[in-house]
């Protein structure tokens, strides 16, 4: 766990770029710095790891004030990603991988054979494990620096706008690679980032800063979406808010009708295993069908298939992919209706947190 | 230089221990200097970049000293060093190459990209840790090249000592034109451009083994 406590930095020239933060970013969970261009975000992450040192105030780290433990040794105890990888350009992969044990003076075998495995575990295969960082992708590369940082399996993990460096198709794959590395090793993150989707998508706890570091809201992704502090938070959301928040939520207790139900004149064609494969009326056919999984994908991609049906129905698919039903429009925003509590109204009384 | 043919074959197959001896003479006055001048840049350029201060000054008076003509400073030596004595000719070449290094030197070491140094301290590598294992590999392509500006010059200018009398090669060419016998000439000038080229492949190879990863950037392309 860390904790802010009055945590401000001046820099000599008299820039205020932390005004006196106040926080505590939970154990074992993915806490979200967003805010404008220059509010302080990698200022703040870099207090926790004494790259800057707070003019005023104290970074707790479980307890202990950062500023008392010798500054090298606390680094080589957390992770730190950053935006360009920052990889050693004269180091191959698997070394670049192995600084942190190296520098806790593992022996080189054991060392190489940790950071193996992990770029087995962030996707890379084995044979990158010689290369130089200059013979890799950019995606590639930011897999490497996330591996470097879990090398010597710290607890804690710093990522500075880890993600921002590479196309969306590549920036999305590797969010679903930090999440899924998250839930099998429950570290405490502090991820900085200014887009407010990749937040939304990644944190558990979200930070929303304005200039100086100042907080103007902390809160978990559902309620910041659904119950934005003030005018400002909400402008900062974006405008299709309401619909991003589906995204957080389960498509589940959707009403289903039988799926060879004829709608408008449309039927779904279904191949041998009952796969869709199609829709068609008389002589027409389509053939995309988007399809959503009930209890797993979200309420959002079932409303997105509805709205891509001619039929004007969602599609529901098993695991494997077989139809069990369908599900019109109203059905699906009745299952919103039936989230009921949960949105806006109801989370405005217990969720906007206080700043700390 | 009348009918005198440019190269008599005769003069040189009777010359050949004198030519060798001359060749290893003016390679270890001309290139000792270049590693004198690397061992001392290596550490003064670690200095400066730890030390930003100190560059300015210490640049300003290699600089100077750069500028001084080659054979003023010989003849200003000798009182000290001696005539014909290899230290009145390595002592300036030695400041030369210094002069060379040192810049590139600093250049090199702060050529790591800044996200890379950022990483190399938030990994947890203390400042002279991080000079050892990160700026300095890195600037190796660097320093490969201040080195073959460096030797090549080192390998010309050396030439110029035998006009005080040690100059290896260069007495060749002083012997030549005294007699107005192109020979000897011909064969230093060959016998020097060979010593250059050798020393420049042999760098060469040096950065390859030295630093693979830079074998398609063309990080020292100034
Ligand atoms: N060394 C410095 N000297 C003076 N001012 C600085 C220094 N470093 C940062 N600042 C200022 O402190 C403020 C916060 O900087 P910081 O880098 O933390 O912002 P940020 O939120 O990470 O911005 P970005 O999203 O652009 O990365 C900025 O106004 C910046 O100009
Ligand atoms: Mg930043």
Redesign the interface.
Known sequence: MIRFDGAAKRHPDGTLAVEGLDLTVPAGRTTVLVGPSGCGKTTILRMVNRMVEPTAGRVLLDGTDVAQLDAAKLRRGIGYVIQQAGLFPHRRVIDNVATVPYLLGWDRKRARTRASELLELVGLPPETARRYPFQLSGGQQQRVGVARALAADPPLLLMDEPFSAVDPVVRSGLQDELLRLQAELNKTVLFVTHDIEEAVRLGDQIVVLREHGRIAQVADPATLLAAPADEQVAAFLGRDRGLRGLALRPAEGIVLLAANTPLDGWTLAVDQEGRPTGWQRSAETIRQVAVFRPGLDTLRTALDSAVLSPARVAVAVDHAGRVIGLAPRAAVLDALDAAGPDTAAGITATGVADGR | MGDEPLVRWHWIGTHLGYLRDLLLDHAVISLLPVLFGLLMALPLGLLCVRFPRLYQPLAAVFNVIYALPALAVFVVLIPYTGLATQATVMTPLTCYALAVLLPTTVDGLRSV?E??R?????????PWRRLAA?EL??A?PYLVAGLRVAAVSSISLASVGALVGRGGLGYLFMDGFQRTFPTPIVAGIVLVTALALVTDAVLLLARRLL????R??SVVGR
């Open positions: 990209p996200p890379v950022q990483a190399a301290t938030a990994l947890g590598y203390g990160v590999p890195t190796v630093a693979p990863w830079a398609r950037e």
